[in-house]
């Protein structure tokens, strides 16, 4: 049986090979960004994807068992895929206002993509499995790291939206049939959707039309959060932030040293 030990492991060694790719990428555009479109076509970040897609399948005992650490820290090594930590870290202000500036031009073009949608996927299973969590369960590597930067990804999507792109986002979405009832934080069936807005050749056709969440993926129309329609603008992204907030507070009150 697989154990929870093997999959850090695993992932780890996955991490290690997503930091490589980011770190060439800002080589060969030396613009100190690895928020570029051929990140996840090239070959190398392409298998890395299509590692990380197999694991539902080769880990599902692991991922549903009952350690929520686990299914974390797989959502955020796909986060690593399918977003730029440090471009986060940038827009949130980490270097000062006209970085900031910079950072957030960079999230705009990149939150029209499959891959921002792919992120915002995993950035809210990554919350809801931290709701879930008993206090028993504790936190493990990067379990904290994880709800910080899916907080991140999940808000400054929601701000960095243009105009146009919200427009284009209800025009699809009225036109779907049940568009305004998906609720981002509802159970994925990963198995099924693969690597889809992380590998850019995905086998996207094999996908049904009237899947969800490839329906998401594909054109990131508005969705549901706490049970509220979260649409492209400044409210939204601090509804999300002040709920990532409260649970990062819930997570970091629990001290072991007085338990154990």
């Not at 030396?30 to 990140?39: A, P």
């Not at 960079?106 to 950035?123: E, G, M, Y």
């Not at 899947?211 to 549901?224: A, I, L, N, P, T």
Request: net charge negative.
């Amino acid at each position: 049986m697989r154990s929870d030990f093997g999959l850090y492991t695993f992932l780890v060694g996955n991490l290690i090979r997503i930091a490589e790719a980011r770190h060439q990428s800002r080589i060969v555009h030396r613009h100190g960004s690895g928020m570029t479109n051929d990140f996840t076509s090239n070959p190398y970040t392409r298998s890395t994807a299509s590692v990380l897609a197999r694991v539902p399948v080769k880990y599902g005992d692991v991922l549903n068992g009952s350690n929520p650490n686990c299914i974390v820290f797989w959502h955020f090594t796909c986060l690593a895929i399918a977003v730029e930590f440090s471009t986060l870290e940038l827009a949130a202000g980490r270097d000062g206002e006209e970085k900031a500036k910079e950072g957030l031009d960079l999230l705009a073009s990149w939150a029209q993509t499959p891959s921002a949608q792919r992120a915002c996927l995993h950035a809210a299973e990554i919350f809801k499995a931290m709701s879930n969590r008993q206090t028993m369960d504790g936190t493990s590597f990067l379990t904290e790291v994880a709800l910080f930067y899916a907080c991140l990804t999940l808000g400054l999507y929601l701000f960095t939206l243009n105009a146009d792109a919200e427009d284009n986002e209800q025009d699809l979405s009225t036109q779907e049939d049940g568009a305004d009832d998906f609720d981002i934080i509802e159970d994925v069936d990963w198995v099924s959707i693969r690597s889809l807005g992380l590998n850019f050749e995905d086998e996207d056709a094999t996908i049904p039309l009237n899947h969800e969440v490839k329906r998401f993926v594909r054109s990131g129309r508005d969705f549901r959060f706490h049970d509220l329609v979260e649409q492209a603008n400044d409210v939204s992204a601090q509804r999300v932030f002040l709920s990532y907030a409260s649970l990062l507070q819930e997570t970091g009150r629990w001290n072991p040293q007085q338990y154990c």
